[in-house]
């Protein structure tokens, strides 16, 4: 099979090895369980950032990034590995990007992936503390929607 993987070919595929190996219930449900292996392998490598920097592309997990901050035409990228990346694009670009990959702009300056959220602490808008140590003010405006995601993790 060739990328992109189409799910109906899967199937039929799938359909037509079992049918020749026989249809032992032992075979179907290893062969199923490689394929699923495959198909999340593939959906993970799916999920990645191409961020443009000086000397070119750099191709980020969308799972290594923890958060984004807002300095007017430039964002901060936060990585998991405590490392930072500095970019000439504006936060409204990253959030249009990422937020199909779990994240979600809490505040006017900030980008937060929804799987680094260690704690809400209420407040007016409120504040959130993330995984690797940042406190994050979230906007009156955004509390409303970031409380309803949270909620629905």
């Known amino acids: 099979m060739l990328k ?16 020749k190996h026989g249809s032992d219930r032992m075979q179907r449900q290893l062969l199923f369980e490689m394929t699923q292996r495959n198909i999340d392998g593939y959906n993970r490598r799916e999920k990645r950032i191409a961020v443009p920097t000086m000397t070119g592309l750099t191709l980020l997990a969308a799972d290594d990034i923890v958060r984004c901050q807002s300095d007017v035409n430039y ?32 505040h006017n ?15 007016k808008g409120g504040y959130l503390i993330l995984r690797d140590g940042a ?11 970031l409380l309803e995601k949270l909620n629905n993790l």
């Not at 992109?4 to 049918?19: K, N």
């Not at 901060?76 to 504006?90: E, G």
Request: no cysteine.
């Open 135 to 145: 406190e994050i003010d979230v906007s009156v405006r955004r509390k409303e929607a």
């Open 4 to 19: 992109p993987i189409d799910v109906d070919d899967l199937v039929e595929l799938v359909g037509r090895i079992t049918s």
């Open 109 to 123: 300056s900030h980008l937060v992936n929804l799987a680094y959220i260690k704690k809400y602490h209420k407040g």
């Open 75 to 106: 964002t901060t990228i936060h990585l998991s590995d405590h490392t930072s990346l500095v970019v000439a694009k504006t936060l409204k670009d990253f959030e249009e990007m990422m937020e199909p990959h779990g994240f979600m702009r809490v």
